[in-house]
Structures are given as C-alpha cells and as structure tokens.
C-alpha cells in the first residue's frame, strides 16, 4: 500500500518560514492534502489539490508537490500556527484514504 | 452552516461491540461520501471507512475490514459504523468527516470525534 513519510517535528522562530516535508513515491503525480490539527481539536483542512487553500485560510499557508515530495511551506509563522500537520493522498489502486504520520510544529 | 456530531464511544471489553453515530445537520449524507477515520490520543490519523452518496461503493481499510460495517440512515441524516470483535488496538478518538469531492479524500467538514476504549 502507499507510504507517506513526514518528519516527526520541525522547529522554527516566529516570523520565520517553516517547511514540512511529505515523502511518498511518484507522490508528483497525486493529489496531495494538508490538515493542521491542535490539541483536543478535529483537523482543519488548510491545504488541497496540493497548493490550494480553503476560505479562510491565510494566504501565509501555501503547498508544492513534485517528484517524491510534497511540501508545505508556512510564511511568518505565528504563535498560533503550533500543531501537528498531515498530510494525506487518495490511493487509487486501493481505493483509500492515505495520511502521513504527521508533523509536530512547535514555534520556539 | 455544516455539523457532524459523533456519538456512542465508551469502554467496551475485547471482543465486544459498539456502534458509532454520527448526526448530521446543514448537509445531506444521502449526497455526500462521508467516512470514518480514527486517531489514537497523540497519534496521527487512520482512515477506516468510506460510504459513497448512493451507498453502493463502500470500502474498508485492512485493519477494520470484516470487523467493521459502515452505514447509512437517510431519513435521519444519520451516518453509523458498527464494530464488532473490538481489540485494544482500537482505542482511538473516531471522526466523521465529510469528502467534499468524492474519493480525492478532501475532508472539509469533520465531527468532534468520540473516545472509544477497549480495555477489560
């Protein structure tokens, strides 16, 4: 079955950017989604189609995807934006959902 | 303005059952691929089920697969997922959430999810 691979943590100082990393094989070719989900919250989609963002999500949230790496990059990274991010693809062979194993974001 | 509402998780011993709910109000399930997916507390996410907006395409992840059912009740806008032979590796916080393009697994509406336990 299809494997994503996220880092498990990323640090960065506020008004800084932060990049998250979504590894997976030809992941290029799929659709790639992102959620960010804090403590005690469901996740919230910030990031689908790979570089498209829901209503209300700040322009500061963008996404790339090529190769074997799908990428979300946060500009001016706020306080606020601490959470854990996933990422996900739909596996077409299986017909299933595929979310990576996530990412911690602490801002220091 | 869409709202999921899971129900029904609790402790349950191996080997037992439980069924899960989820209300919907602001959106009709009978139009809408909705699923399952889980997160043991610190964890990341797991899908485990989906229902297509007919009802006719219904898929499983391999870990929940013969174990679990997924369901549909129209009338009540209500989605169900009924387990059966319930292990401690199940222990999770269940969400339903809403796809809002059928099967590209864009989940833009989802409950507030419900703990289940399995534990003797």
């Known amino acids: 079955s299809y494997v994503l691979t996220q880092t498990p943590a990323v640090s960065v100082a506020p008004g800084k950017t932060a990049r998250i990393t979504c590894g997976g094989d030809?992941?290029?070719?799929?659709?790639v989604h992102w959620y960010q989900q804090k403590p005690g919250q469901a996740p919230v989609l910030i990031i689908y189609?790979?570089?498209d963002r829901p209503s209300g999500i700040p322009e500061r949230f963008s996404g790339s995807n090529s190769g074997n790496t799908a990428t979300l990059t946060i500009s001016r990274v706020e306080a606020g934006d601490e959470a854990d991010y996933f990422c996900?693809?739909?596996?077409?062979?299986?017909?299933?959902?595929?979310f990576g194993g996530g990412t911690k974001l602490t801002v220091l | 303005q869409v709202q999921l509402v899971e129900s029904g998780g609790g402790l349950v011993k191996p080997g037992g059952s439980l069924r899960l709910s989820c209300a919907a109000s602001?959106?009709?399930?009978?139009?809408?691929?909705m699923n399952w997916i889980r997160q043991v507390p610190g964890k990341g996410l797991e899908w485990l089920s989906y229902?297509?907006?007919?009802?006719?395409?219904?898929r499983y992840a391999d870990s929940v697969w013969g174990r679990f059912t997924i369901s549909r009740d129209n009338a009540n806008n209500l989605l169900s997922l009924q387990m059966n032979s319930l292990r401690a590796e199940d222990t999770a916080i269940y969400f339903c959430?809403?796809?809002?393009?059928?099967?590209?697994?864009?989940?833009?509406?989802w409950g507030q999810g419900t703990l289940v336990t399995v534990s003797s």
């Open positions: 996900q693809v739909w596996d077409n062979i299986r017909d299933h959902c595929v």
């Open positions: 229902i297509s907006d007919t009802g006719y395409t219904i």
């Open positions: 959430a809403r796809d809002s393009r059928p099967t590209a697994g864009i989940y833009d509406y």
């Open positions: 602001g959106v009709s399930l009978s139009d809408n691929y």
């Open positions: 189609y790979n570089d």
């Open positions: 030809t992941i290029g070719r799929k659709s």
